[in-house]
């Protein structure tokens, strides 16, 4: 599972940074262990995931196979990277 704090991947020129740390996680934590979801497939559909943004929240969700990923997004693009804050996990 590798380091909870923050995981680094290279998407691109652009690093992704994404911080499990953040006070939000928790639940994102808490619905990825419920519904059987690893780490690494959360980074996945973050990745490879079709991206729509929720008009009520502002917030970005990623739908990759069976799951949804609600996620905030900070990018720094003077530095390359883009922070991702996973909010919570949906099973539709």
Partial sequence: MGSLIIRVLFYGLVKLRINWE????KHAI???WLRG???REVEEAILKGKIA????TGLL???????????DEKIYQERGIRKVYPVTVKVP
């Fill in 30 to 32: 808490e619905r990825m």
């Fill in 22 to 25: 953040h006070k939000r996680v």
């Fill in 61 to 71: 969700q990623a739908m990759f196979r069976r799951y949804v990923v609600v996620y």
């Fill in 37 to 39: 979801i690893s780490v």
């Fill in 53 to 56: 943004v929720q008009k009520e």
